[in-house]
């Protein structure tokens, strides 16, 4: 029976009754009902729906064309953010066996390898995502399969420096990661917000660290700081503030043998004409989550200026609007979804229709039919501030979905591959950016673990 049913059909049975029933009824799990749900893009009651039901809340439903819309737009949008660039990587027989071991961990993972095509003297259509990902999975496995090819607990530095070169070549192909800093936690901090520190990954930067990191321990030094200057590498590091007095922040990049971190020294307003100086430092991350150090030869680099990127920025005209259309969306669907009277049903207007003939519509027809209308157009309303939310989200971090985001939550690197971006407001008129993805496992590979990252704000609402 579940064989014949329609993507309509399949909708109209998950929201006339629980998952569990209907499964049942067809004769298929729950779990496999989920899955053919997903398959056809039909969206399911959310949790706590049927509680409501039989509470006798008044729960809209959405709109199946509308959902159906939504999901190939963000498709389309999704398929255009990851178009792959063409490459060709040369490869030396030992460079090949372990760029093969490294395709076949991905493969196996169920990673898609794209276009990917492995020739005698190397591999071509590699496209950026997939080399990101094979320079984290060598990166924690290729001591291991340097052993396992000498059969030997000896590793010889010419396999390591192959090695090394098959990761600078990686390098300028893969995609450049996100990297979030926020201030280091401290016992005495009272719930107050400071600016985020936002860094792409790219390759200029990789090397700058590894860079950095060989100056560190080649001279025995405890960490090294450089300047990340506002005029030459503000495409690199952007801060979200909220108090005037952060627009002159000055950066730095501390790097030691096992961590980064950034300062940042502002000048705050205080009694006297001249305010304070105050130091904040945000939290660590392992270098090696940043990048493969070790695998990264020392190279000299010149970074672009700010003239070949354009920068990030959110006008504050643009933020009022959100917040200005976010509130009069909660205003006006507290009056449509939470009314106390309820719509009439078909019983009652197919006794208004014997009343009264079938070719008149009476107060009671027009009734349903406006409050329909109503929900249909706050279904679409809810639609366009989510795609704007998503808009402000990746605006406002530089990042796009497809990207991965690092981050530390709690004294843990977190890395995800962004699938979900939304932008919401708090009762304070704070903006709160919310991504979400798949989860990397330690090994580097990108696992099936959902997980979220949470960034916010002080309210924009003032001048």
């Excluded at 049927?50 to 159906?68: D, E, H, N, T």
């Excluded at 340097?146 to 090394?164: A, G």
């Excluded at 078909?346 to 009671?364: A, F």
Aim: a neutral charge; aromatic letters at 8%; one cysteine or more.
């Amino acid at each position: 029976m579940d064989k014949e049913l329609s993507r309509e059909e399949l909708f109209l049975l998950v929201w006339e009754r629980p998952s569990v029933e209907i499964a049942r009824e067809i004769g298929i799990s729950d779990v496999a009902l989920a899955k053919r749900c997903k398959k056809l893009q039909v969206p399911k009651p959310p949790p706590g729906y049927w509680a409501k039901i039989q509470a006798g809340k008044q729960v809209r439903k959405p709109i199946l064309k509308v959902f159906s819309d939504q999901l190939a737009q963000q498709q389309a949008k999704r398929m255009k953010q990851l178009e792959i660039k063409r490459g060709w990587l040369g490869l030396s027989p030992l460079q090949s066996e372990i760029f093969k071991k490294a395709v076949f961990v991905v493969s196996a993972a169920g990673l898609n390898i794209g276009d990917l095509e492995i020739t005698q003297s190397g591999a071509r259509f590699l496209d950026d995502e997939l080399a990101a990902q094979l320079i984290m999975v060598i990166q924690h496995r290729y001591m291991k399969w340097l052993k396992e090819r000498s059969h030997s607990d000896q590793v010889t530095h010419p396999s390591v420096r192959s090695i090394q070169s098959l990761i600078s070549k990686l390098l300028p192909l893969a995609r450049a990661h996100t990297l979030v800093l926020e201030k280091e936690a401290e016992k005495h901090d009272k719930g107050e917000r400071y600016p985020k520190v936002i860094i792409r990954l790219t390759y200029e930067f990789r090397q700058q660290v590894a860079n950095l990191y060989r100056l560190v321990n080649e001279n025995n030094l405890s960490y090294v700081v450089w300047d990340l200057g506002l005029l030459e590498h503000a495409w690199i590091v952007q801060h979200h503030y909220h108090y005037e007095d952060f627009a002159n922040a000055t950066s730095r990049l501390c790097v030691s043998r096992n961590s980064l971190w950034v300062d940042c020294r502002v000048k705050r307003p205080g009694w006297y004409d001249d305010g304070y100086e105050e130091t904040i430092k945000t939290a660590e991350i392992a270098l090696d989550e940043v990048a493969p150090v070790e695998l990264i030869t020392k190279q000299d680099i010149t970074l672009p200026t700010v003239i070949d990127l354009p920068k990030l920025l959110l006008s504050k005209e643009r933020i009022k609007a959100f917040l200005d259309a976010e509130n009069a969306y909660d205003i006006l669907s507290s009056a449509v979804y939470n009314h106390d009277f309820s719509v009439p049903d078909d019983h009652l207007i197919l006794l208004e229709k014997l009343q009264m003939g079938n070719q008149t519509d009476g107060p009671l027809t027009r009734a349903r039919e406006a409050c329909r209308k109503m929900q249909d157009d706050m279904e679409r309303w809810e639609l366009a501030m989510e795609c704007e939310g998503e808009a402000i989200c990746g605006e406002a971090l530089g990042v796009s979905l497809g990207d991965t985001i690092l981050s530390e939550v709690r004294g843990k690197p977190v890395r995800l591959k962004i699938m979900r971006m939304s932008t919401h407001v708090s009762e304070n008129n704070a903006l709160r950016f919310y991504i979400s993805g798949k989860r990397y496992r330690k090994d580097g590979l990108l696992g099936k673990r959902d997980d979220s990252i949470f960034v916010s704000t002080e309210s924009y609402g003032g001048d």
